[in-house]
């Protein structure tokens, strides 16, 4: 099963210093259709303004994912953690037994995030935090793992659930797979660019920027870019 998810079907929340658009149920925004997908819980893309951003509040049991898709990000907790991540990178906090953060937007533009919650495969972790870089060229025309629960993450960002957060760079005419189980969940959204996705003239789907796609029950997906395209992929149980 593939099904698109189109960009303007998307929740929405306005408060004015954050634009926010939410692939799944968020906050006063309730779809039942759309609550989860797997282990997935919840994916906002979320344009906040200069300036400004969320203040200090609590989390706990969730792998909570940001991918920064313009600006920058800056990062404080009650771990003693502090941190910006910019543009390309990605941060990942273990909310775990629980943890207190602020995530503002300290630069003179706005930024772009995608916010990706999933629930761990258990409860009561030690919470945690950490970012690092992603350069879109080690990532140019294949999956690369962002983040990932699984031993084979190579240098991902560690969270405790068994999936994975991959991105891409691809070039308008290019095509990449990723392998799967029909037991698997997963969601691919553009940050930039067009895309083609599925093996066959019957299950493909064409999704333009931040639209969202959601697959299972395959083997593999092949998505081909139909203008130069950034990819991010969860895949998740």
């Known amino acids: 099963m593939i099904e698109l998810r189109p960009f303007a079907s998307l929740g929405a929340a306005h408060h004015g210093w954050l634009d926010a658009r939410h692939h799944f149920s968020f906050a006063d925004y309730h779809d039942p259709d759309r609550t989860s997908w ?3 819980r919840v994916w906002n893309d979320d344009t906040i303004a200069a300036q400004t951003g969320f203040p200090p509040h609590p989390h706990r049991d969730m792998e909570i994912i940001t991918y920064v898709r313009k ?3 800056s990062h404080r907790d009650n771990l003693g953690n502090a941190g910006r991540t910019v ?5 990942v906090m273990s909310a ?3 943890i207190q953060h602020s995530e503002y937007n300290l630069e003179d533009e ?3 995030i995608f916010q990706i919650w999933i629930i761990p495969n258990a409860r009561g972790h030690a919470p945690s935090w950490g970012t690092r870089p992603f350069p879109k060229a080690d990532r140019a025309g294949k999956f690369v793992a962002l983040a990932s629960g699984f031993a084979d993450g190579g240098d991902a960002l560690p969270i405790h659930t068994n999936a994975r957060v991959l991105g891409a760079s ?3 005419g290019e095509t990449v797979r990723y392998e ?3 037991d698997r969940h997963a969601y691919l959204v ?3 660019g067009r895309v083609r996705i599925g093996n066959t003239e019957a299950d493909r789907v064409e999704a333009d920027a931040r639209d969202g796609v959601a697959i299972t029950d395959v083997e593999n997906i092949e998505i081909t870019a139909l203008e130069d395209s950034e990819l991010v992929l969860v895949d998740a149980d």
């Open 96 to 98: 775990g037994t629980g």
């Open 180 to 182: 799967l189980t029909r």
């Open 190 to 192: 553009p940050a930039t």
């Open 87 to 91: 543009a390309g990178d990605v941060q």
């Open 71 to 73: 600006g920058a990000i």
């Open 38 to 40: 797997g282990s997935l």
């Open 110 to 112: 706005e930024t772009q």
């Open 170 to 172: 691809v070039r308008a």
